[in-house]
């Protein structure tokens, strides 16, 4: 090879090589000023996201005056309705009973053996009935659902034969509950919308009763209902079956809801008086500023069907969880790259990322993260992230599910405080619902939370306790609780 070619080729080499050098120090500097500004973001969101245990104790001293203002009659955002005016079960009560668990576009039959407190809940029996469309479109189609209900009772009762040897001679009991729904689907909003202030003296509740009894006459079936209840009435009966020291039931999952006793101390300093108030507050429309909110929280409720609404619920609630996180998520693909120079198109899809998705990500212990691998591609057709962005996304759900359930925490103090239980008193309160059912790591943020916040001296004080028998169980309960004498006169 001639001298000349040799330098030549050595120059183009040595060219090639500067310029790939600059390049990757061109890149890597991109790189990193793109992953400062991802721990910018992050470092950020979790600033404004912290629940110290002071701050809990804000949100739980505020919820606590508000539930006393709100009982004594003045206006504020939790709302407070006296749904139970009624002896609970005392875990005394044995037999079959029966329930009714009516949701946005189904409703639960079930049926159960109570045996007990120590024992568990037996033969269990659920059965699911899908309600028509054209049901639950028409706000007044009460009497239809009714006799639906009426109907599918009459084929389960017959279908579905009591072992219970005393059942055949007592007269049956049964409990209905219903369970509010979080809109999603718009053809469940006809009827339904009509359930979501059920209360002792309210007019809609009355009807359904009326139309039900008139139903279960017409089908021959020998049971009457006395009440209409929000499901988490049920959970408090159910949990008040098992440990007259509960006082409050909370559901958590696609949305949130509390009911509690009104002054459970005199109830249980007076048992001559086998009736009991029973609260049902609509926590989830909990708003104060105390409450540790981000930029991310206020676009999603500005974006949202009812804005300045449900502030709480928007916190803590299977709805949103996800949702908040894949905003989160959105802002760093857009302000720095985290999943390449181009925005993945599906990331900008509102409630595209579901909170049972979000909690498998979360509880990812893959060394590479290969579940959130797997979930990015299969949610938002993100094929090449890196284990470091999918690190990120770990981060993102704790932070989120931390102060979620961190919150949760607080507002279960607030309301033993409001009961003057926390010093002296053992409190149980129950939780029903898919987000506690399933997300472990929520759930133990929750926990550690209320130990955290009551310390030492306290935290024993109050005992959460998972809901008995599973979604709907609690119309069982109360189906055994009018067992009592002077029940629901
Ligand atoms: P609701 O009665 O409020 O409609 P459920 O109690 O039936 O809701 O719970 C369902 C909700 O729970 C889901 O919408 C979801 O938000 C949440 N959820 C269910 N499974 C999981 C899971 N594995 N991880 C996290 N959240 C879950
Ligand atoms: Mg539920």
């Given at each position: 090879m001639k001298r000349e070619v040799v330098v030549a080729a050595a120059v183009t080499t040595a060219a090639t090589l500067v310029g790939l050098a600059v390049f990757f120090r061109h890149w890597r500097r991109r790189s990193e000023r793109r992953w400062r500004q991802v721990r910018r973001i992050l470092r950020n969101l979790a600033w404004c996201s912290a629940t110290t245990a002071a701050k809990l104790w804000d949100v739980a001293n505020e919820l606590a005056c508000d539930m006393e203002a709100g009982e004594k009659g003045g206006g504020n955002n939790i709302r407070l309705l006296v749904s139970y005016l009624a002896p609970l079960p005392t875990g005394d009560e044995k037999g079959t009973f029966y329930g009714i668990n009516l949701r946005g576009t189904n409703f639960l039959i079930l049926r159960a053996r109570l045996q007990g407190k120590n024992e568990p809940v037996t033969e269990l029996h659920k059965q699911e009935i899908a309600i028509p469309t054209a049901i639950m479109a028409n706000a007044d189609s009460t009497r239809e659902l009714c006799d639906l209900i009426g109907l599918e009772l009459s084929k389960f009762i017959s279908q579905h034969s009591e072992t219970d040897n005393e059942a055949q001679t007592r007269e049956r009991k049964l409990g209905f509950t219903v369970?509010?729904?979080?809109?999603?689907?718009?053809?469940?909003?006809?009827?339904?919308?009509?359930?979501n202030r059920l209360s002792v003296d309210d007019t809609v509740g009355k009807e359904l009763v009326a139309e039900i009894n008139e139903a279960f006459k017409k089908h021959g079936v020998d049971m009457r209902v006395f009440a209409v209840v929000n499901d988490t009435v049920g959970d408090l009966a159910g949990g008040r079956y098992y440990?007259?020291?509960?006082?409050a039931a909370v559901s958590l999952g696609m949305g949130t809801n509390v009911s509690y006793i009104e002054s459970p101390e005199q109830v249980l300093n007076e048992p001559s008086n086998p009736a009991e108030t029973v609260i049902n507050m609509e926590w989830g429309n909990f708003n104060s500023f105390n409450l540790p909110l981000t930029e991310y929280d206020t676009s999603l409720d500005a974006e949202s069907?009812?804005?300045?609404?449900?502030i709480f619920e928007k916190l803590i609630s299977g709805m949103y969880l996800g949702e908040i996180v894949r905003r989160v998520l959105l802002k760093m693909a857009q302000e720095a790259a985290l999943f390449g120079?181009?925005?993945?198109?599906?990331?900008?899809?509102?409630?595209?990322?579901r909170s049972p998705d979000m909690a498998a990500m979360h509880q990812d212990t893959s060394e590479d993260y290969e579940v959130v691998e797997e979930k990015l591609k299969e949610i938002?057709?993100?094929?090449d992230s890196t284990p470091m962005a999918r690190e990120i996304v770990t981060e993102i759900c704790d932070i989120v599910a931390e102060r979620g359930a961190r919150l949760v925490g607080a507002g279960i103090v607030g309301i033993v405080k409001k009961m003057g239980r926390v010093e002296n008193r053992k409190s149980v309160i129950t939780i029903e619902g898919g987000l506690y059912d399933h997300y472990r790591i929520f759930r133990n943020y929750l926990h550690s939370s209320v130990w955290e916040i009551l310390?030492?001296?306290?935290?024993?004080n109050v005992i959460i306790e998972h809901s008995h028998g599973?979604?709907?169980?609690g119309s069982i309960f109360l189906a055994a609780s009018q067992t009592h004498k002077n029940a629901h006169s």
């Open positions: 369970s509010y729904p979080i809109n999603e689907d718009p053809a469940s909003s006809g009827i339904a919308s009509k359930w440990s007259k020291e509960t006082v069907l009812d804005p300045g609404n449900r120079d181009s925005v993945p198109p599906k990331l900008t899809i509102p409630y595209s990322l938002f057709d993100i094929n310390g030492d001296e306290h935290s024993d599973g979604s709907g169980a």
